[in-house]
């Protein structure tokens, strides 16, 4: 036992995981899961990346009641949405609300927008957000210059100009209300076109009822190529008044 403990521990990790799967599962079971280990381990985000955009099991610990844990948009499903949207990225800024670490600022920096900025109200997420945006090299990256700010998105002042919102069910109805309030505000200030992509819409009587939305589309998308993985339920808004502009 000694001699077996003394050469596991020089073994190769990928090798030292295969013989514990044998012990555990064993050779039938062990061997029908080498094709999705391998798929898993050419198409996992973080791995191609360098970046640590993974869920972490602490879940909701620290968060206050109105705010909903962590948890990453795919890219299959970011992308298919945002190809989606007829807008053209460089009249907007970008502003992910509950942008967790950041998986979605540095896919929506792939779109040449004006700005990209993540509002997280968790500090280690937040820190870690803006490590992977420093970190993120993709041949398809247009946008350097991502914008963390640890904060409250009820508290947050939105940006001049058009805005391309979006929200992974973030927060429960109390920040939401704050939400809709602030960009009211921004809104009366300086008309422009907004957009809120809302995916996992729990909220979404509040913005079905507010009169500066209109829901424009509302449907389900796959979150993983080859339809494998749960739909998502995505909803789009544009803003029905304070200056809608026909041009984005
Ligand atoms: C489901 S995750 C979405 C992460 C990211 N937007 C994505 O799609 O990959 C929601 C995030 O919202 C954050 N959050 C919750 N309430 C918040 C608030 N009031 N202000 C800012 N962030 C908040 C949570 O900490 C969490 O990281």
């Avoid at 948890?71 to 807008?87: D, K, V």
């Avoid at 998105?153 to 979006?166: K, T, V």
């Avoid at 809104?187 to 979404?204: A, D, E, G, I, S």
Wanted: glycine share 6%; aromatic share 10%.
């Amino acid at each position: 036992m000694k001699a077996l403990e003394g050469k596991g521990a020089h073994m190769h990790p990928g090798l030292a995981r295969f013989r514990e799967s044998l012990c555990e599962k064993g050779w039938r079971r062990t061997l029908a899961l080498i094709p999705r280990n391998v798929l898993h381990r050419l198409t996992d985000f973080d791995r191609r990346h360098g970046t640590d955009t993974a869920v972490e099991a602490t879940g909701r610990a620290g968060l206050p009641e109105a705010h909903e844990p962590y948890e990453a948009t795919s890219a299959y499903l970011f992308h298919g949405i945002i190809r989606r949207l007829s807008a053209d990225p460089r009249t907007f800024t970008f502003v992910d609300l509950g942008s967790g670490k950041g998986k979605v600022l540095l896919l929506a920096a792939h779109y040449p927008f004006r700005r990209i900025i993540g509002v997280e109200y968790d500090a280690r997420l937040s820190a870690t957000a803006a490590a992977n945006a420093r970190r993120y090299r993709h041949p398809r990256r247009r946008v350097d210059r991502v914008e963390t700010r640890c904060a409250d998105a009820g508290a947050f002042d939105f940006p001049d100009g058009n805005l391309l919102i979006y929200m992974f069910n973030p927060f429960k109805a109390a920040v939401m209300v704050r939400v809709l309030a602030n960009l009211e505000t921004a809104l009366r200030r300086t008309p422009r076109t907004v957009l809120v992509v809302y995916r996992n819409p729990t909220q979404r009587h509040l913005l079905d009822r507010s009169p500066l939305f209109t829901c424009v589309d509302d449907r389900a998308y796959p979150t993983r190529r080859f339809g494998t993985g749960p739909a998502a339920h995505v909803l789009v808004y544009r803003n029905s008044c304070y200056g809608v502009s026909s041009r984005s």
